[in-house]
C-alpha cells in the first residue's frame, strides 16, 4: 500500500540562459516529504536530466529548505543549477525566505546561501578538495581530450561536493573543439576552460564532463564555475567579476556569471526560467 501521495508538485527550471529552452533545465519536486531514496532515484533516471532535485523541510532553524540532488546514477551533495532552478521553483510556489532578499539551503554538503535581488546566485561552498592533479589523473584526462600534457596551462582540483577536476587550456576555441573519449575516464568529473579573447562578453569558456555519475556532457554547469572561481580569483588569474559561456557543443546557450567578493566569498548566478508547472506522479 501507498504511503505518500500519488502525486506531487512539480516544476522544471531552465538555468543559466535568458533564453528558453537554451540553459540547463532541473526537474523540481516541490514536495518530497515520505519519498523513498529508490523512488527519488527512480525519478531521476526516468527525467533523464542532468539533475533532479526534492524539497523537503529543513532540519534546522537556519535553513528556508532541505535539498536533496539526483543525477541519473547517483545522489550528489550540492550542485550549482540545482541550486538556483530549486530556489526560483521554491519561490513561485511560494516560498518566504526567513530573512529578505536570501534564502539558505540546506544540503549534505551544508548550508547554502542564495541572493535572490535581480538573478538567483548561490555563495560557492568550501572546497573539501584543491590542489594540483596528481600526474597519473592528469595523463588520463590529456588521454581522454586527445590532447598533449603541454597544452595544459594549469589544472586543479575544484572539488565542493561533485567531485570536480579542471584543466585550463590556451583559449576557448581549444575547449570547443575538444572530442573527448570517456572510456578513458568512466568515473570522472572533469572540465575544461580556456580564455575567449579580451574585450568580449566572456572571460572563459567552460566544458564539463561527469561519466562518474551518469551525465556526458553538462550543458551548463554551476559547482564546476563557483570551484573554478574561487580558484582563479584567489590566485589573480581572474578578475572578480567576470562570465563564462557554456553548452554550445550541445545545441545550449548558458550564461554565468561570477562575482567574488573582499572576503573571498565567491557568488554564481544567472537567469532562471519556470517552464513546466504541474504534478507528478511517484
Given at each position: 500500500?501507498?504511503t505518500i501521495p500519488w502525486t506531487r508538485p512539480f516544476m522544471q527550471v531552465d538555468v543559466f540562459s535568458a533564453r528558453p529552452f537554451s540553459g540547463n533545465p532541473v ?59 530549486s530556489a526560483r521553483a521554491w519561490l513561485e510556489a511560494g516560498g518566504t525566505p526567513r530573512r529578505a532578499g536570501r534564502i539558505v539551503q540546506e544540503c549534505a554538503a ?54 570536480w577536476a579542471v584543466v585550463e587550456l590556451a583559449t576557448a576555441r581549444e575547449v570547443l573543439d575538444l572530442e573527448p573519449d570517456l572510456s578513458f575516464i568512466p568515473d ?95
Open positions: 500500500m501507498r526537474a523540481v519536486v516541490l514536495d518530497g516529504t515520505g519519498v523513498s531514496d529508490v523512488q527519488m532515484q527512480t525519478l531521476a533516471r526516468w527525467t533523464n536530466l542532468s539533475e533532479t532535485t526534492f524539497v523537503l523541510p529543513p532540519t534546522t532553524d537556519e535553513a528556508d529548505y532541505l535539498l536533496r540532488i539526483f543525477t541519473p546514477q547517483a545522489e550528489l551533495p550540492f550542485a550549482g543549477h540545482p541550486t538556483l532552478g551544508g548550508l547554502v546561501a542564495i541572493r535572490h535581488q535581480g538573478e538567483l546566485a548561490f555563495a560557492a561552498p568550501p572546497r573539501i578538495r584543491d590542489g594540483a592533479l596528481d600526474d597519473a589523473y592528469l595523463e588520463r584526462i590529456t588521454a581522454a581530450f586527445g590532447i598533449r600534457r603541454e597544452r595544459v596551462l594549469a589544472h586543479q582540483w575544484v572539488d565542493n561536493g561533485p567531485g570522472a568529473m572533469v572540465g575544461a576552460i580556456g580564455a575567449h579573447p579580451a574585450g568580449g562578453e566572456y572571460r572563459y569558456e567552460m566544458r564539463t564532463f561527469a561519466p562518474a555519475v551518469g551525465v556526458l556532457e553538462d550543458p551548463a554547469c554551476g559547482s564546476m564555475s563557483a570551484g573554478v572561481a574561487q580558484w582563479l580569483t584567489a590566485s589573480g588569474a581572474a578578475p572578480a567579476a567576470y562570465r563564462v559561456s557554456q553548452g554550445s557543443r550541445v545545441g545550449r546557450d548558458a550564461s554565468i556569471a561570477v562575482a567574488a567578493e573582499a572576503d573571498g566569498t565567491v557568488w554564481v548566478g544567472g537567469d532562471t526560467t519556470v517552464l513546466i508547472r504541474g504534478t507528478v506522479t511517484l
